[in-house]
């Protein structure tokens, strides 16, 4: 039996292997950093700060702006100061090729010291969902270009705010829909937008579910979790690890199926599958104009994210697109030549990513020969890594591949999607007002009280 390497023989690619395994068109001109500027500008490397040193963080996103190899971790936040240290530890030990010596890496329990620090050209935030918005408006208010976890928001008033925030500031924005930077998935939508198809008519997004548990009693909060600053907007609940995250390890965290923290498996893997839905009907500065839908909700406080669900939304051309944990994971699009099916396959993003009770191929068609890329009459944006095309376009400048606008849109079909399951009666979408049609209960779904001094309402105020 090989003995383990040490961290210091890893080769950089290693290193990324076994740490992944162990864990917009703008309306402002995007702003180039000052430090890129000027003679041998394009030989500096980026200067870049984590937010979040989590389970995403530590299995997928800190190892690939690793591989990336186009800049440098100068700063590291977390509200717990023991994946602090371990995050920190994470990145100073990564294996460098050949561009020096690594800066120091600052450690902050507190993100707002990390945003105004002048010299960071890019954030990565990789914390719970409803934190999101508060994280990444401070950020690009500072000046920041994004990197950020799926889903991009909690409400879809806070995505509008984003979104607005990005163009109105000329920053560069990244949402963490990485299935865009993979090649099956961008091959089904070239084939989809071709015409391979025929005409669309029909859409099924298949998701999996969270598994649920009793509540567990209150715990005594861990000295090292500033556990006020990880609820931030969110209500003030007793502490039991079952709601926050493990203490001992990076397994899955509990916050994912709770309401507060997260709306469940309909924002958690629906974020990627409408993002592809989207692009495949080529819809992706739109949306649905109704949605129906139904599922079942648990009543316990903590683990209480939807159960089993069933919902219909209706796009441009009348195209039914229908998610359902029924279906199997991936999407498949449905025309009058056959249908073509696009998944991860076996691919996961972290060890700890539910899994799918089907065996999925990541690209099948009801005839093998509406997969032939031959004769294709549209060629959509490639990237060969997510965190590099972030990486590249905060150097270039350019538009990534899913910026604030796309990455807005997709992310309010998954949460009217979830409105529609809370209501469980047929709703009308604005998608030019991005509000319901008549109807006020449903239309005061789209945003969420806010615990002061937290979330970013009381940023938009300071």
Request: overall charge positive; aromatic content about 8%.
């Amino acid at each position: 039996m090989k003995p383990t390497p040490s961290v210091a023989s890893l080769t950089r690619r290693q290193f990324i292997r076994r740490a992944a395994g162990a864990a917009a068109v703008t309306a402002l001109p995007l702003i180039i950093p000052s430090r890129l500027l000027g003679a041998g500008a394009p030989s500096k490397r980026l200067r870049l700060g984590q937010i979040g040193a989590g389970r995403i963080a530590r299995g997928h996103d800190i190892p690939a702006v690793l591989a990336a190899d186009l800049g440098d971790y100068v700063a590291i936040c977390d509200v717990d100061s023991k994946r602090l240290a371990e995050g920190s530890q994470l990145i100073r030990q990564a294996p460098r090729d050949g561009s020096g010596p690594a800066p120091e890496v600052k450690t902050y329990g507190d993100y707002r010291e990390l945003v105004e620090r002048d010299d960071i050209d890019a954030v990565v935030i990789s914390t719970p969902d409803f934190s999101h918005a508060e994280l990444a408006f401070a950020a690009i208010r500072s000046g920041k270009d994004v990197y950020l976890q799926k889903p991009m928001t909690m409400t879809v008033e806070e995505g509008i705010i984003l979104r607005d925030a990005a163009a109105r500031y000329g920053r560069v924005f990244q949402l963490g829909s990485q299935q865009r930077s993979t090649s099956q998935f961008r091959k089904a939508c070239e084939l989809v937008r071709s015409g391979r198809l025929g005409r669309i008519t029909r859409v099924e997004i298949g998701l999996p579910l969270d598994p649920t548990a009793p509540d567990n009693p209150e715990q005594p909060v861990p000295a090292n979790l500033d556990y006020d600053r990880w609820l931030g907007p969110t209500a003030r609940v007793y502490y039991t690890e079952q709601r926050v995250h493990p203490q001992k390890d990076y397994d899955r965290p509990g916050w994912m199926r709770n309401e507060a923290y997260s709306l469940g498996m309909i924002t958690g893997w629906g974020a990627h599958h409408f993002d592809i839905a989207h692009w495949g009907l080529n819809c992706e500065l739109s949306g649905p104009s109704r949605v129906e839908g139904r599922a079942d909700f648990p009543t316990n406080k903590i683990w209480n994210v939807h159960g089993a669900y069933h919902v219909e939304l209706e796009y441009p051309g009348k195209v039914k697109l229908t998610v359902s944990n029924d279906f199997e994971n991936g999407i498949r699009f449905f025309g009058d030549e056959g249908w073509i099916f696009v998944s991860r396959g076996e691919a996961m993003a972290t060890a700890s990513d539910p899994k799918s009770a089907h065996h999925s191929k990541a690209l099948d068609a009801s005839d093998p020969r509406l997969l032939d890329p031959k004769g294709l009459t549209v060629e959509l944006p490639r990237s060969s890594e997510h965190h590099l095309n972030f990486l590249e376009c905060v150097r270039s400048r350019g538009q990534t591949l899913c910026p604030a606008n796309i990455a807005h849109r997709s992310n309010t079909a998954c949460i009217v999607s979830w409105i529609a399951m809370k209501l469980r009666r047929p709703l009308q979408w604005d998608t030019a007002a991005e509000r319901f049609v008549g109807d006020e209960q449903a239309n005061a779904m789209l945003s969420r009280p806010e615990r002061a001094p937290y979330g970013v309402h009381n940023l938009l105020k300071a």
